[in-house]
């Protein structure tokens, strides 16, 4: 079976590697495809290796990685999700199974797809994934015990969760609509709220002695406000009359009630071992934080966002959301772009909520 990934990353390539290892054809799309020598190792924490010289094609050409695929899984960030979809408008076919890796927010980018094709998403990723050397090896570290898929149409959540949970080897279920995916308190409101706690007394001309560790730092001041949104979160699912079940709150994900057990949690996770921050180094021993990255760029202005948007057409106070988004609107570099960004997104979550 042919199959695209899009994107060369940490998850694009550790999943490009595991699916060519089942035997699949799997072209990737990258913007650099002469980097890749065509075989790809995953290794494990310990640096053996699990999977030996997976065969992959790697190619720029989108038109050509998308053509005669029955899977296309998506792994860029959120913010590159709408000229994607331009781009990849006239090159779906019919029938095609278009994955976001996550799931969240693709339905508001991808929805123009999905009368010629299905589009599913992953409620998380599957593992834990760190490029090694990039366009060659890629370490699997943290692998989940299983995987939820949703779909549009729903219908066609069971096909794709079965041939998923034989690719990856592990249980996958399924969800009952794909806001389950839009909802879920994973990087948007983790990351989130690390940030706002972390940075909460920058402003411009501020810096730091060290780009800090993100996980293993973690404090209490960041879980009590992932907590905080975490529970606005859950008020917005219960006012929503959809099942909306699989929004499972971080309390219950991560097994932790409270905050004091949530910070031991989340800094003692192996797989998260050694993270920094979203910060560059300006001058030698002077750090700021980095606006460009991901964790801003998506999991602020894209993944809370949607949640703030989707809370405030539905009328559920969400006061501790606001204002992770009213700071990071004063301090963001990004002002033009967010302002757009923003509008955007009003539109899209005001549709996606109207249609249902």
């Known amino acids: 079976m042919k199959i695209c990934v899009i994107g060369g990353g940490n998850i694009g390539t550790l999943m490009a590697a595991e699916l060519a290892a089942k035997g699949n054809d799997v072209w990737v799309s990258t913007s650099r495809p002469e980097q890749w020598p065509g075989t790809l190792d995953v290794l494990d924490e310990k640096d053996d290796v699990v999977i030996k010289a997976a065969p992959v094609t790697a190619t720029s050409d989108l038109a050509a990685a998308v053509s005669g695929a029955a899977y296309v899984f998506v792994t860029y960030p959120t913010y590159l999700l709408a000229d994607l979809c331009e781009r990849l408008r006239p090159r779906v076919e019919p029938g095609q199974r278009i994955g976001m890796v996550p799931g969240a927010c693709g339905e508001l980018f991808l929805h123009p797809l999905v009368t010629r094709c299905t589009l599913f998403g992953l409620q998380r990723v599957h593992s834990v994934a760190r490029l090694k050397e990039r366009s060659r ?93 975490d529970d606005e979160l859950q008020a917005l699912c219960r006012a929503i009359p959809m099942d909306l079940s699989g929004v499972k709150s971080l309390r219950v994900h991560y097994e932790s009630p409270d905050a004091e057990a949530m910070t031991k949690k989340i800094s003692g996770i192996p797989a998260f071992k050694g993270l920094t921050s979203p910060m560059k180094e300006v001058a030698e021993g002077q750090w700021v934080p980095d606006f460009a990255s991901r964790y801003f760029r998506a999991d602020f202005a894209y993944g809370l966002r949607a949640i703030q948007g989707i809370a405030h057409l539905c009328g559920v106070a969400c006061p501790h959301i606001d204002e992770v988004m009213g700071w990071y609107e004063d301090v963001s570099e990004n002002h033009g772009e967010l302002r757009l960004t923003w509008s955007s997104m009003d539109e899209m979550v005001r549709a996606y909520t109207q249609e249902r």
């Open 137 to 229: 090896s890629v370490y699997m570290l943290g692998r989940k015990p299983s995987i939820d898929v949703a779909a549009i149409p729903a219908s066609e959540a069971a096909p794709i969760a079965s041939d998923l949970s034989g690719w990856l080897d592990m249980p996958a279920g399924t969800l009952p609509s794909y806001l389950d995916l839009t909802l879920t308190p994973s990087n948007p409101i983790l990351h989130t709220s690390r940030i706002r706690t972390m940075l909460a007394g920058w402003h411009e001309g501020v810096t730091y002695p060290r780009n800090f560790l993100f996980y293993e730092e973690w404090d209490m001041a960041a879980s009590e406000l992932m907590l905080a949104m």
